[in-house]
């Protein structure tokens, strides 16, 4: 749909005396601004909001109204278009279906096609932007509750924390919709950019805990570089994660999971693959991790001093990461419009340098809460 048909939807409803005629630039630039907004969650959810719309619209009237007032905080940050439906009388039903989205993107489970470091992180809310610091695995100093002879006093085990914390961050970006693209008629332009607006949205959250690893995990050197992720190398990394000792104490862990790039995957897979790498000789790593695409590694390895074949191993059955995010964004990240006062019924009454402006906003951080499970492995 056109601008000029926008336009026009809301031209017939002043015709008809549903809505006053100053109501019409309005409406229309807040139907252009719904039409971002669709497009970015559409491009963030992908297939998890297409089953939710689907679901809406097989509902009845009375079970969308029962389920849209008890996800109404949710989805707050769609007032705005809420309110204008309201006013011309008309209905969606993107509201509900991204409330559900929401809430579904919060169960164990939902991860990003670009990433699943999410699936090995605990997730947390956080209530403002102190640090936080997470709870390690083991960091109770009782692997088993005792015993508690009859007439004995109650023990109270003692816990630890990671000393260092980290904090939820704010991250946003917008766009603006100008006066060019309202007179050119141009509306796919602007779409198209809020949906790649979503593709980076969930790029963002996948980077906060790979900027975590890179940051706070160990980095183990290949004994030979040059033979990428073989069987000896792999058990190598292995080894190096079997027994490790950490502020003093022996921690053991397993290779589970690895993280490389798509052009490392191949390799490693048949790496532990085979039962046998000759003819009589065991192989050490066979079937003893699943390798994941992880392409953020190579965009981003170079800004942490890493080269473009590293990788990150992971004893993942304990979920050694951690994932927080302010209250209200669990289950994704918020989009917010804004329509520049109009003083005149025509565009000239713009007084500022753009009609419309749509932001993206996430807060969202994270932490390894396991130092000993993760590790990343370099070249040299």
Not at 4 to 27: H, N, Q, T
Not at 102 to 109: C, E, K, L, S, V
Request: hydrophobic share 40%.
């Amino acid at each position: 749909m056109s601008i000029k048909d926008i336009r026009r939807v809301f031209e017939r409803l002043a015709d008809k005396g549903d809505i006053d005629e100053s109501r019409v630039l309005p409406l229309t630039l807040q139907m252009v601004g719904e039409s971002a907004v669709q497009a970015f969650h559409m491009a963030y959810y992908g297939e998890l909001l297409d089953q939710q719309i689907t679901s809406v619209r097989s509902m009845d009237h009375a079970a969308t109204e029962l389920a849209m007032n008890r996800l109404e905080g949710v989805v707050n940050d769609l007032s705005g278009i809420r309110r204008m439906h309201r006013e011309t009388l008309t209905t969606s039903d993107f509201p509900l279906s991204l409330a559900l989205a929401r809430q579904a993107a919060t169960r164990p489970g939902y991860t990003y096609p670009e990433s699943d470091l999410l699936n090995f992180a605990v997730r947390r809310t956080a209530d403002n932007f102190k640090a936080l610091r997470s709870t390690r695995p083991g960091s109770l100093n009782h692997r088993v509750l005792p015993v508690r002879p009859e007439l004995t006093n109650l023990q109270y085990a003692r816990f630890y924390s990671t000393e260092d914390g980290y904090t939820v961050a704010n991250y946003e970006l917008g766009l603006e919709y100008t006066n060019e693209m309202y007179r050119n008629d141009d509306l796919g332009e602007f779409t198209a950019a809020a949906a790649e607006l979503g593709v980076a949205a969930r790029a963002t959250r996948a980077w906060v805990l790979l900027d975590a690893i890179f940051t706070r995990a160990d980095r183990l050197n290949l004994p030979t570089p040059a033979n990428g992720l073989d069987s000896a190398n792999i058990d190598a990394i292995a080894d190096y994660l079997a027994v490790r000792t950490i502020d003093g104490k022996r921690l053991e862990r397993l290779l589970t999971d690895l993280f490389v790039p798509t052009n490392q995957k191949r390799k490693a897979e048949r790496s532990m693959a085979n039962e046998y790498t000759a003819p009589q000789v065991n192989n050490p790593v066979y079937n003893l991790a699943t390798v994941h695409i992880e392409d953020l590694i190579t965009e981003f390895a170079g800004e942490y001093g890493l080269g473009v074949n590293a990788r990150i191993a992971m004893d993942g059955r304990s979920k050694p990461l951690e994932f927080a995010t302010l209250r209200g964004y669990e289950g994704g990240p918020k989009t917010f419009t804004r329509l520049v006062d109009v003083k005149e019924e025509d565009i000239e009454g713009n007084f500022e340098n753009h009609l419309l402006a749509m932001k993206v906003s996430d807060n969202c951080g994270g932490t390894v809460r396991d130092p000993a499970a993760v590790i990343v492995v370099e070249d040299d």
